[in-house]
């Protein structure tokens, strides 16, 4: 066991963890944040995806070792359900959540590809979010939101 610090959606937390641990174990068991969920555990579904240093990775993959004193954002860190960030506003304004398993993924991938490139083809956009799996096919509802943000960043 070891002693690790995290910045965690703008706040630094302290865990007691072996260092090999998965970051999405210490997100969801250790500081109770319910974004990042277990999917294939594989690194292939993109539902446990977080943000590190503004860049997406997979969290089921990544020992907790590897990310400390880096700034982590979940989906949760974005904004809060009395203001939701722009994305997530988005997202809600067109109906393009269903179950809520993928939207770690898709929501933080759109928001990251974004970021780094607000004037993204469609096509651009569907690729970064490709190795996202939903499986409500509510994609068409997903990139009108993505689309809706994109506009709004104009």
Request: hydrophobic share 40%; glycine share 8%.
């Amino acid at each position: 066991m070891a002693v690790i610090s995290l910045k965690v959606n703008s706040r630094v937390r302290t865990v007691e963890v072996d260092p090999p641990t998965p970051l999405l174990y210490v997100l969801s068991d250790e500081l109770h944040l319910s974004g990042p969920k277990f999917g294939c555990g594989l690194a292939q579904c993109g539902a446990c995806s977080v943000l590190l240093q503004g860049k997406v990775i997979r969290s089921c993959v990544t020992p907790v070792s590897a990310v400390k004193d880096q700034e982590i954002t979940t989906l949760e860190g974005l904004g809060t359900p009395e203001k939701p960030h722009a994305i997530q506003q988005a997202f809600i304004d067109e109906g393009a959540v269903q179950c809520g398993f993928c939207l770690s993924g898709v929501i933080l991938t759109a928001k990251a590809l974004l970021d780094e490139k607000p004037q993204a083809s469609d096509e651009q956009i569907r690729d970064s979010f490709s190795n996202v799996l939903c499986r409500c096919f509510a994609h068409t509802r997903m990139m009108r939101a993505i689309k809706r943000y994109q506009a709004g960043l104009r």
